[in-house]
């Protein structure tokens, strides 16, 4: 099935660190969103990308949609303690069924260097 | 304040007992979904709607069934077939089936006992 392969699985990061993550798949999508979720609580989207190339700003995140279609990139600027949580991208099937049915990613763990 | 409401928030079931999971959204979104989420996975998809008193079945759907009998409520019920139904439901629901931005309620962890 399908599947999108988010990288790193886990990271630490120390405030004011700049942050990177990275999301690929096999196939072309056509919309990239990527959520954050808090422990016990439901993933708050943050950003979503629509059109390859796209550049998207969100405060001190910043997503990128694949040129190649296939990936998409999120980095978080200059972090601070309240950015730990889990990191999913996610898109819609590319085929069939509601764009509203998504498939994640794994997720990025970020937590705080001790 | 709009937004989707899930509850109860735990829940705990003993084997062989069927469980509802209740899902409200005052958005006004056409569109609802139900995931699972097991730890250090991402979500899975058990089923959706696209619009009231229609639902289609996700890629996990089996030993769980559904109704959507007002646009703002999809219950999920976690039935005695499913074999191993603790994990994190969450429920979604976007403006319409065409709209990829979905809007997730705060989850429902299921235990069972």
């Known amino acids: 099935g399908q599947q999108l392969n988010q990288s790193p699985q886990s990271m630490f990061i120390q405030e004011g660190e700049d942050v990177s993550m990275n999301c690929t798949s096999s196939s072309i999508f056509n919309t990239w969103l990527w959520y954050k979720q808090d422990p016990g609580e439901g993933p708050v989207l943050l950003i979503a990308?629509?059109?390859?190339?796209e550049l998207t700003s969100n405060g001190r995140l910043t997503a990128q949609f694949g040129i190649t279609r296939k990936d998409s990139f999120l980095n978080i600027s200059a972090s601070i303690p309240s950015d730990v949580g889990i990191y999913f991208c996610?898109?819609?099937?590319?085929?069939?069924?509601?764009?509203?049915?998504?498939?994640f990613g794994k997720g990025t763990k970020l937590s705080v260097k001790p | 304040d709009g937004g989707i409401t899930q509850s109860p928030k735990y829940l705990f079931r003993k084997e062989g007992q069927n469980v509802t999971l209740s899902c409200e959204q005052n958005?006004?979104?056409?569109?609802m979904y139900w995931y699972r989420q097991d730890p250090g996975q991402g979500l899975r998809l058990i089923y959706y709607s696209q619009i009231v008193n229609d639902f289609q079945k996700g890629d996990i759907a089996e030993g769980y069934s559904v109704s959507r009998e007002k646009k703002e409520s999809f219950p999920l019920t976690v039935t005695s077939a499913q074999k191993n139904p603790t994990a994190f439901y969450l429920c979604a629901s976007s403006r319409s089936y065409m709209n990829t931005e979905a809007f997730f309620g705060q989850g429902t962890r299921l235990t069972v006992v």
């Open positions: 958005l006004n979104h056409d569109a």
């Open positions: 990308l629509y059109k390859a190339g």
């Open positions: 996610a898109g819609p099937l590319p085929y069939g069924g509601s764009q509203g049915n998504l498939i």
